[in-house]
Structure formats: structure tokens, C-alpha cells
T-cell receptor, first 113, second 112 residues
């Protein structure tokens, strides 16, 4: 059972365009929602994260939008660049000592020059 | 911030051979440690996690085992590799004072 559903599976965007990746979750106990970026042959790295007490967080060209009532959150990449081409994973977790991240299946983003 | 050291970067092993992948952590104490496997073009599958020395939880029944002999050392092992064990193995940690997961650079395992 996939507790975090991510879409689309793949995305092609032109340079300068907006990339949007969506995730939906089921467990209302989740209290932390990160996005990770992974380049081929490398481990994922944290890109940006949000907690459910805010509806939006922006860091440079990357924005998370969070809709608690709909149990959805999304990543927006403004002015997408070829260097943004990577796989993006959303995740969700609950707190406590046994913190485990529940991962989406990933979105492969290609930004055409 | 934490640093994860994971080796080797690539490994080619014959079917039936043993496996030992090691992961060490710097920059934090008493972290939660995780082993993930990633098939080509797929998501992250959690294999094992540990909240302390000697404490291992298995997420998926399989041919692999994990051990944590020291606070910042996590080892993934197999007695006899199967073809299906091929994949990209990632070690990760979460500090007790943080929520961010840090990943190692991964080991590409090919079982032939």
C-alpha cells in the first residue's frame, strides 16, 4: 500500500518553464514533508521541506505548496534549468525516535535547453 | 551536518558469494540508520533501520541481513547473493536532533 502517491512519473519541461510535481498522502499523523533531489549515481539530497503548520515555503526557485485539508503537497520549480534535470522524491514522516520516511516513487525531470 | 561514508562505490559479485557493505557516520551521535535499495529507475525501498547499537528492524523479508556493531557503523550482509540482489544500495542517517535524512553516495551492486 503506497502511503505517499507521487505524480507524474516523468516530466519534460523547457528551459525557463515551471516544473510541478505533486504528492498525496493518507496518514494525518505525518508532520514533516521533505523533497529530495537525486542525480544519477548519487544519493538523494534534501532540497526543501515543510511542516503542516504552514501552507507554503519558498527557497530560491523552489517552492513547496501544502494543502492540509486535501492531504496534498507539491513542488514547484520556477525558471527550470537543465541542471535541474534529476529525479525528485517526495516523502512524509511522523516524529519520535523511530522516525521513518515514507517515500513517493519519484519523478524523473528532464529540462530541455 | 552529518557525513555518510559508504563503500565500495561499485561491486560485481558472482551468485552465491557473500556480501558485506559498510556505512559509517560522522557528525552526530546515536543516529537512526537506514539501508535502502533502489532498482534502476525506481523508488527507494527501505530494507533495514536501526535506532541503536544491536537494534535492527527488517522491513522486507529477504536474503539480506544488517548489523550495527557500533553507534555510527551500519553493515549490510548476505551469506549467498542472488541475481535479484542487484541494485543501488544507499545508507542514510537521521540525527536525533534533526529531521533531515542524509544519504551516502551509494553502492552499485551487480550480481552475475
Amino acid at each position: 500500500q503506497q502511503q505517499v502517491k507521487q505524480s507524474p512519473q516523468s516530466l519534460i519541461v523547457q528551459k525557463g518553464g515551471i516544473s510541478i510535481i505533486n504528492c498525496a498522502y493518507e496518514n494525518t499523523a505525518f508532520d514533516y514533508f521533505p523533497w529530495y533531489q537525486q542525480f544519477p549515481g548519487k544519493g538523494p539530497a534534501l532540497l526543501i521541506a515543510i511542516r503542516p503548520d504552514v501552507s507554503e515555503k519558498k527557497e530560491g526557485r523552489f517552492t513547496i505548496s501544502f494543502n492540509k485539508s486535501a492531504k496534498q503537497f507539491s513542488l514547484h520549480i520556477m525558471d527550470s534549468q537543465p541542471g535541474d534535470s534529476a529525479t525528485y522524491f517526495c516523502a512524509a514522516s511522523t516524529g519520535g525516535n523511530n522516525r521513518k520516511l515514507i517515500w513517493g516513487l519519484g519523478t524523473s525531470l528532464a529540462v530541455n535547453p | 551536518s552529518q557525513t555518510i561514508h559508504q563503500w565500495p562505490a561499485t561491486l560485481v559479485q558472482p551468485v552465491g558469494s557473500p556480501l558485506s557493505l559498510e556505512c559509517t557516520v560522522e557528525g552526530t551521535s546515536n543516529p537512526n540508520l537506514y539501508w535502502y535499495r533502489q532498482a534502476a529507475g525506481r523508488g527507494l525501498q527501505l530494507l533495514f533501520y536501526s535506532v541503536g547499537i544491536g537494534q535492527i528492524s527488517s522491513e522486507v523479508p529477504q536474503n539480506l541481513s544488517a548489523s550495527r556493531p557500533q553507534d555510527r557503523q551500519f553493515i549490510l550482509s548476505s551469506k549467498k547473493l542472488l541475481l535479484s540482489d542487484s541494485g543501488f544500495y544507499l545508507c542514510a542517517c537521521i540525527s536525533p536532533t534533526n529531521t533531515e535524512a542524509f544519504f551516502g553516495q551509494g553502492t552499485r551492486l551487480t550480481v552475475v
